[in-house]
């Protein structure tokens, strides 16, 4: 099945650092890629969505120049959370879908703390 | 109205019994269908997807998808412990690969 490689899974930074989170699709070329925040108890919310060879879209509220979003290739896409507070700790995950006839899949996730 | 209705429970279940998940959506043009499976601190897996009226079986779950009445569930038979987990329910819009909207997800306990 599509595999979405996600790295790293856990970093702690300190406050006004910035800190880069790798995507990789293993089995499959995303075309899009889509990333989530989740934090404690909540659900999973849209950031952006990362198109191959253009710029990313970014959901209301989300800032694009705090959170960069690169998506040089079929296989690779990068989030980078720019100048980061403690407020930005989270879970961030990112999605990638292997053709229409399947399901969405989801990387391992990045839990970042931010202190 | 949210876009995705679940309730948060916890729903609990005695293992070997049917767990009934249920999830409502507002936006008719939705047309793909997702159930995924959360453990604390994981990333979420899929376990189905439907996006045409009626059952999908595999294995001990089953989707049923009625767009009239604009809900979705998820059936799991012979609960086991290990199905313990908050369960998501999404859905995406019309081809291509369109973002995805999640409900905030029913927590499931499965008492042995």
């Known amino acids: 099945g599509a595999v979405v490689s996600q790295h790293p899974s856990w970093v702690i930074c300190k406050s006004g650092t910035s800190v880069k989170i790798e995507c990789r699709s293993l089995d499959f070329q995303a075309t899009t890629m889509f990333w989530y925040r989740q934090f404690p108890k909540q659900s999973l919310m849209l950031m952006a969505t990362s198109n191959e060879g253009s710029k990313a879209t970014y959901e209301q509220g989300v800032e694009k120049d705090k959170f960069l979003i690169n998506h040089a290739s079929l296989t690779l896409s990068t989030l980078t959370v720019t100048s980061a507070h403690p407020e930005d700790s989270s879970f961030y995950i990112c999605?990638?879908?292997?053709?229409?006839?399947?399901?969405?899949?989801f990387g391992s996730g990045t839990r970042l703390t931010v202190v | 109205q949210k876009e995705v209705e679940q309730n948060s429970g916890p729903l609990s279940v005695p293992e070997g019994a049917i767990a009934s998940l249920n999830c409502t959506y507002s936006?008719?043009?939705?047309?793909?269908f997702f159930w995924y499976r959360q453990y604390s601190g994981k990333s979420p897996e899929l376990i189905m997807f439907i996006y045409s009226n009626g059952d999908k079986e595999d294995g001990r779950f089953t989707a049923q998808l009625n767009k009239a009445s604009q809900y979705v569930s998820l059936l799991i038979r012979d609960s086991q412990p290990s199905d313990s987990a908050t369960y998501l329910c999404a859905f995406s819009g019309g081809g291509g690969y369109q973002k995805v909207t999640f409900g905030t997800g029913t927590k499931l306990q499965v008492i042995p």
């Open positions: 999605s990638g879908r292997r053709g229409l006839s399947n399901g969405y899949t």
């Open positions: 936006d008719r043009g939705s047309q793909s």
